[in-house]
């Protein structure tokens, strides 16, 4: 990987151990949440005011979160996300892939086509170069998804720093923030050809994500 790759990786990572200390902060609240709504011997007003001031402590750990992680880190991938798009080299690898495409045209099959683009991905100047080569010898069609790989940085980044605000105005009490954001983050990095160490859902100690919604509810309740 690239050194601008590297950050996106070092940041993402940042932002996952984050998302998965909220999740357990959530998981924690609703099982508080229980325990206040059994206990007897309160007034259903008192059980409120106990649980409002444990989602107003939950609250507070999201802001945080939000303004001294999650916010600066989508600020770094951002800019070295912009300074990929920005980038453009024709690499040895690059220029043997036109070359090749050029003499052969319509003879190379989805076989040869789609790991000659795919060794550019996070490379948006070099996919949008063999794009319009592949279009231009009418074998797009055969080159498979590598529309899903060209995109502008801006616009992605900013879908995932909406979905982050979130945490800070309209912060919650599931898990749904917390894993929506982990899986577009893992998406991206996946796009902009960054390889992580782990899956997002490893930080979150579970092997999918219906196992993990699972295991949560029953913590917070008591199973």
């Not at 001294?68 to 040895?92: G, N, Q, W, Y």
């Not at 003499?103 to 319009?132: C, E, Y």
């Not at 899903?148 to 979905?163: G, N, P, R, T, V």
Request: net charge negative.
């Amino acid at each position: 990987m690239t050194e601008k790759q590297q950050t996106i990786k070092a940041n993402t990572e940042r932002v996952f151990s984050r998302l998965a200390t909220l999740g357990s902060a959530v998981t924690a609240f609703r099982a508080e949440r229980e325990k206040i709504q059994k206990k007897e011997y309160i007034t259903q007003e008192g059980k409120e005011k106990q649980v409002q001031a444990a989602q107003n402590v939950l609250t507070g750990k999201f802001r945080d979160s939000y303004e001294h992680v999650i916010d600066p880190c989508l600020k770094a991938i951002r800019e070295a996300a912009e300074a990929m798009e920005a980038e453009f080299t024709i690499s040895p690898e690059l220029q043997a892939a036109i070359t090749l495409v050029g003499v052969a045209g319509d003879k190379l099959t989805g076989d040869t086509l789609r790991p000659m683009w795919q060794q550019f991905i996070g490379n948006h100047n070099a996919l949008v170069s063999l794009r319009a080569l592949f279009e231009s010898k009418d074998i797009l069609q055969s080159a498979g998804d590598i529309d899903k790989y060209i995109f502008a940085a801006d616009s992605k980044c900013s879908k995932l720093e909406d979905l982050a605000l979130n945490f800070y105005t309209q912060p919650g009490t599931n898990l749904n923030q917390a894993v929506t954001l982990g899986q577009a983050l893992e998406d991206f990095c996946k796009k902009e050809g960054v390889e992580l160490d782990k899956p997002f859902i490893q930080y979150l100690g579970a092997d999918d994500y219906s196992q993990y919604m699972t295991e949560q509810l029953k913590a917070a309740f008591g199973i």
